[in-house]
């Protein structure tokens, strides 16, 4: 486990990601059509759910790789809800500004969101969502909301499967990573897209391009801001996480291992207590 650690750490993460996704990008026919077949064999991903169906009808690898859905494939419903497909990872309160990653590791709030902030976290809640390979890789709004701010901190690109989350300390901490700050009818609100090892670049529907991994960036001007409850805000060019992180301690229904689609409620009903 150490070793898969050490071997992660000296590799050149950016270099290997930016080749796979010049790999993931290529039109060619053949390299495509093989890509997409294998991953599909390989990871059972559910194609009857995508909006196209046909693997020869997609322009490349990555284009197969954030796919669509078919129209009311996920029914959004709840106070708030899943932004994403996926599993949970943790869920829980914040507690002296630090949030849990696994039993017996924590990382620091601050850290994670790249210093200050518009909301005061310290005393709220999160939840942790892992995208598996499989899973659909467009994440939505899990309420309704209105976009202050975001920031975009370049970093590493470490595995977030469970063997690195276990034994890595400060993994969301040390990736690449953009934070999105929500102003909501719960206060604010934080939406984290972290980034992994192979993601080729994490995109927004404001952007036309993926955020460099070479340079920091605040934004406060967007093309759209106001989103509603399950419209998107973005997407992974291959696989990570997502973090909530919330002013109010929500009642989280989910517990970690358990998996979650995009709509699913993710709090109790009397947790419909919004700010005045």
């Not at 002296?96 to 518009?118: A, C, F, P």
């Amino acid at each position: 486990m150490k070793l898969f650690i050490f071997l992660q750490s000296i590799v050149p993460q950016h270099f290997i990601s930016r080749l796979i996704g010049h790999i993931a990008k290529s039109e060619n026919r053949w390299i495509k059509t093989v890509l997409i077949k294998i991953f599909i064999r390989y990871f059972s991903v559910n194609m009857s759910e995508a909006e196209v169906s046909t693997v020869e009808d997609y322009r490349s690898f990555n284009h197969f790789f954030i796919r669509k859905l078919k129209p009311n494939q996920r029914i959004i419903l709840g106070q708030i809800t899943s932004p994403c497909d996926g599993q949970v990872s943790q869920a829980g309160q914040i507690k002296n500004g630090r949030l849990l990653q696994v039993k017996g590791i924590d990382y620091s709030l601050s850290s994670l969101l790249g210093g200050e902030t518009l909301g005061d976290y310290t005393n709220g809640s999160f939840i942790t969502i892992y995208l598996a390979p499989k899973d659909y890789h467009r994440v939505h709004a899990p309420l309704d909301c209105e976009i202050i701010q975001s920031k975009y901190v370049p970093g590493s690109l470490f595995s977030v499967n469970q063997l690195t989350t276990s034994h890595l300390e400060g993994l969301f901490t040390r990736n690449e990573r953009l934070i999105c700050e929500f102003n909501t009818r719960y206060g604010m609100l934080s939406l984290v897209f972290v980034g992994a090892m192979i993601v080729a670049g994490i995109k927004t529907v404001w952007k036309d391009k993926v955020y460099s991994p070479n340079a920091y960036l605040e934004e406060k001007s967007f093309g759209k801001s106001i989103f509603k409850q399950g419209e998107e805000i973005g997407h992974f060019e291959m696989g990570s996480t997502v973090l909530l992180i919330a002013q109010e301690q929500m009642d989280w229904i989910l517990s970690p291992g358990e998996l979650v689609k995009l709509g699913q409620p993710l709090v109790s009903p009397s947790d419909d207590h919004p700010q005045s």
